[in-house]
């Protein structure tokens, strides 16, 4: 699985440091950046064990195998369906078996919606089937569908300006892509916009910079006070298709049948599984992805390597018998295609101890060969980062970057986990955490990062904007 690429963003308390002067915490000297960096060069031995297990040794190809056996056997897992919940069950036994500690599920209740039987097919100016997947928590139309002409926007600026004439409409969002993060706010909340202004139903040009006819699935949010319509995702190249038709002045109508439907909230686990700490065991390095998956797909890039690439970062360490001062937990996230709900519900569940919580990671993104870190912090924490990264030259990932975002870390992002920083033991675990961890990852995954609110330091992968190609 050398060249799967997967997101590893995260919380990060990294220490604050004055190049070749000591470092003060509560009156205590710490070492200095050149000590520090000293201290990091260590590690290059654990590093070169870490590449040759990883790649050339007993561990090659072996998340990939995990992998496939979980999709191929388990399939799609969206969220409320009985096959989420076997995969969960599959992966409880698995990572017992796998001789890691504390393993056990977290109970969570998560949305359960199906999308059932949809189609959309073009009545004017000719008639066309048109390829759709209905957005996550869309309702459905009624069993004879919503037939409308067709009103085709290119942003909400514009569907702002043409107002008046959406009414009564399906309204078309043919936007154009630019980025991950700035498009996928179209799907996000295209439907709530278009309700805005009265339109019947709403099609979202698939996020995506390339396209070969495929539409994409994700969530969408409804917003209190505003009428819900159905939505669904059409491809780039029926969307483009629509814009040229009405630019040359065609009436463009299409009947859009949904059978999508919402029901009450499941049970679920969050699954959880360590190793612990040799010295402070209650201080916690999370690694994690997330296991439900759309239902159109069987889940294998988003999100089941990142699942299996954090899984296997714990079984690496383990295989080399190497034990950190500090407990490295892995959580297998259950609902996060719905809006991170599982990530939520177990930070509420933990959040009274976030001043333990060193590291957090989430690895979700992409299937590409990496070239380094992206990361946003002090200059002087960059320097700790570059220096980590240095370990990574026999397989020259170890360039550092700006940027970097992640869903089921959010709400510590969002929280501002308090500031600490790291004493000289806390260093030389956290250093082996982030060697250990990063050398997996970009060794078999390629897509790392840690990410951080307030006044903490963010780091992930740069992959260029291909890097963005997900379901999220």
Known sequence: MKFLLFTFVGVVHLLSTNSGKAIYRNGISQKTFQEIKEEIACYGDVAKAI?????YGKAQNRSYERLALLVDTVGPRLSG??????????????LQEDGLENVHLEPVKIPHWERGEESAVMLEPRNHKMAILGLGSSIGTPPEGI????????SFDELQRRAPEARGKIVVYNQPYTNYSSTVQYRVQGAVEAAKVGALASLIRSVASFSIYSPHTGVQEYQDGVPKIPTACITVEDAEMMSRMVSRGNRIVIQLKMGAR???DADSFNTVAEITGSKYPEQVVLVSGHLDSWDVGQGAMDDGGGAFISWEALSLIKDLGLRPKRTLRLVLWTAEEQGGIGAFQYYQLHKANSSNYSLVMESDSGTFLPSGLQFTGSDKARAIMEEVMSLLKPINITQVFRAGEGTDINFWIQAGVPDEETDSEGLDDLSKALLLLSTEVTLRTGHFGFKAGGPFPTICNNTGESGMLRWT
């Open 51 to 55: 590449i040759n297990l990883a790649v």
């Open 147 to 154: 037939t409308a002409e067709v009103l085709v926007v290119t």
């Open 262 to 264: 919402s029901y009450p």
């Open 81 to 94: 369906s009985k096959s989420l919940e076997k995969a969960i069950q599959i992966m409880y036994q698995n």
